[in-house]
């Protein structure tokens, strides 16, 4: 399921894209034309509802990221594989690819490279990534997400 995320909510879109979820920011609200008439179109996430007809709009009335993602948690939770967490590019969206560590040395702090062993990249823009301290801080976070 694909999610499209207004401008207001751009650091929501970075959150659902951790939880491996296709998020697209956008500050184009006529992006929504192109799935009108689809048998399964994103959902619309929104800091404003005044001149919007799509079917399947969410409000989303925090201005808190966290609290955000918790006001579209049942909405979101059937759609989040735990395989797929932390498989998507935070500025991209693009889904992640291993790497070698080797190959990654000079693009990585010294101390990233010799206290981590497994890393990914964004095939797009080559940002790396690596299970550091936020992923414990997320855990806490997707426990919540996905309680019911």
């Given at each position: 399921?694909?999610?499209?995320?207004?401008?207001m909510l751009g650091k929501l879109a970075k959150y659902l894209r951790i939880l491996g979820l296709d998020a697209e920011y956008t500050s184009?609200?006529?992006i929504l034309d192109r799935y009108k008439g689809e048998?399964?179109?994103p959902y619309f996430l929104t800091k404003r509802l005044k001149g919007i007809t799509y079917p399947k709009v969410v409000f989303i009335?925090?201005?808190?990221?966290v609290d955000q993602l918790l006001e579209v948690k049942e909405i979101i939770r059937p759609f989040i594989?735990?395989?797929?967490?932390?498989?998507?590019?935070?500025?991209c969206n693009v889904?992640?690819?291993?790497?070698?560590?080797?190959?990654?040395?000079?693009?990585?702090?010294?101390?990233?490279?010799?206290?981590?062993?497994?890393?990914?990249?964004c095939p797009q823009c080559r940002k790396v990534y690596w299970?550091?301290?936020?992923?414990?801080?997320?855990?806490?976070?997707?426990k919540e997400i996905m309680e019911t």
């Open positions: 399921m694909k999610f499209i995320c207004d401008a184009d609200p006529a048998t399964e179109p009335r925090s201005d808190r990221p594989n735990r395989e797929k967490v932390m498989n998507r590019c935070i500025e889904e992640l690819a291993d790497v070698c560590k080797s190959d990654i040395e000079q693009y990585v702090p010294e101390f990233v490279f010799h206290q981590y062993s497994l890393f990914r990249i299970e550091g301290s936020h992923v414990a801080h997320m855990g806490d976070l997707i």
